[in-house]
């Protein structure tokens, strides 16, 4: 299901990590296929209040826990410079779908990086 949320759709995530050859394409792009699909599931599932946001990124955010090994297995890491991109996407998602009010740290609370 193609996002309608025309910020999101213009939106390129985790550009900075890939414009740092430190961190292989090709696993970055697995990350963004995550927040596309937070993205996804936001619209459909639409949750009401901040907790029904948080359930569906701490999902997402397991899903990057488990990508930090195959990181590793291409000689990268979520390091520090990695953690404040993939925070600041799902600041992003969580903003341009009106959850100004969201805190940072709980959106990805679950994370293990």
């Not at 999101?8 to 963004?32: E, N």
């Not at 639409?46 to 000689?75: C, K, R, V």
Request: net charge negative; proline share 3%; aromatic share 12%.
């Amino acid at each position: 299901m193609p996002v309608t949320n025309e910020q999101v759709a213009g939106h390129v995530f985790l550009q900075q990590m890939y414009s740092d050859s430190y961190f292989p394409d090709h696993v970055v792009d697995k990350g963004s296929a995550i927040l596309m699909r937070l993205c996804e599931r936001i619209e459909a599932e639409q949750p009401s209040d901040l907790d029904a946001l948080y359930a569906l990124t701490h999902a997402a955010t397991e899903e990057f826990n488990s990508l930090d090994a195959e990181f590793a297995a291409a000689g990268s890491e979520i390091e520090t410079v990695a953690r404040e991109v993939i925070a600041e996407n799902f600041w992003f998602v969580a903003s341009a779908y009106g959850f100004t009010d969201a805190d940072a740290e709980k959106l990805i609370a679950t994370r293990d990086w």
